[in-house]
């Protein structure tokens, strides 16, 4: 069976981490190369990657799917904005999932979503398009990940837990079950949140406690 052929959108750090995993999906992706603005050239040398060009250049990709490789905290509306822009120049989004993540067979995963090495998504969960659930992320049970919304490396969320669109919940930081994050909000790297979290509201501490607002 032929491998699907991928594109990244982007090229710095961020992409190199999704290369890897389209790599070493259960079925690997066959990867054409990335576009990005930029020349990009420790992603080129270290995985041997070519740049296309900028993002005109996906309209010569032809059935190649495409995967974003731009994510950070408060990328959201970079990464939407990307899909705005581009979206009607690829054939569709793929959905990538690292071969030793584990994703339950009852739990849904949106086109555009990485799921990357150590992550587990437990039963009935629902992560939306675009989503990332990075490097030993938990995402319980019965959580649902809003579209553009990411995880970051050894986060954890709660079983029946809701992290709305464009959220970023950080580095190392527990949600507890059925809470809510809102959209655009923002969770510190190591933080508890043991209650609800306001859209566009940034918390950190434990417990967790509001900061701002974007």
Not at 16 to 31: H, S
Not at 61 to 73: K, N, P, R, S
Request: hydrophobic share 50%; charged share 20%; glycine share 16%.
């Amino acid at each position: 069976m032929t491998a699907p052929r991928l594109v990244l959108v982007g090229g710095g750090e961020h992409a190199r981490v999704v290369a890897e995993a389209a790599r070493a999906a259960a079925a690997p992706f066959e990867l054409l190369g990335f576009v990005d603005p930029e020349p990009c050239d420790e992603t080129s040398a270290r995985l041997g990657l070519q740049r296309l060009g900028d993002d005109r250049a996906l309209a010569a990709c032809g059935d190649a799917l495409a995967v974003l490789g731009v994510g950070a905290m408060g990328a959201a509306d970079v990464r939407e904005g990307v899909v705005e822009r581009v979206g009607s120049h690829v054939r569709g989004w793929a959905t990538v999932v690292h071969g030793h993540a584990w994703v339950s067979p009852t739990a849904d995963v949106g086109p555009g979503a990485v799921v990357m090495a150590g992550a587990v998504i437990q039963t009935g969960a629902r992560v939306g398009e675009h989503c990332v659930i990075n490097s030993g992320a938990v995402v319980e049970h019965d959580v649902v990940v809003e579209d553009f919304a990411q995880v970051a490396p050894g986060a954890t969320i709660g079983g029946g837990a809701h992290v709305g669109r464009g959220a970023f919940v950080g580095l190392g930081a527990a949600v507890r079950d059925h809470v809510r994050i809102g959209a655009r909000a923002v969770v510190a790297m190591g933080a508890v949140v043991v209650g609800d979290v306001a859209a566009g509201t940034r918390v950190m501490g434990v417990p967790a406690a509001r900061t701002g607002t974007d």
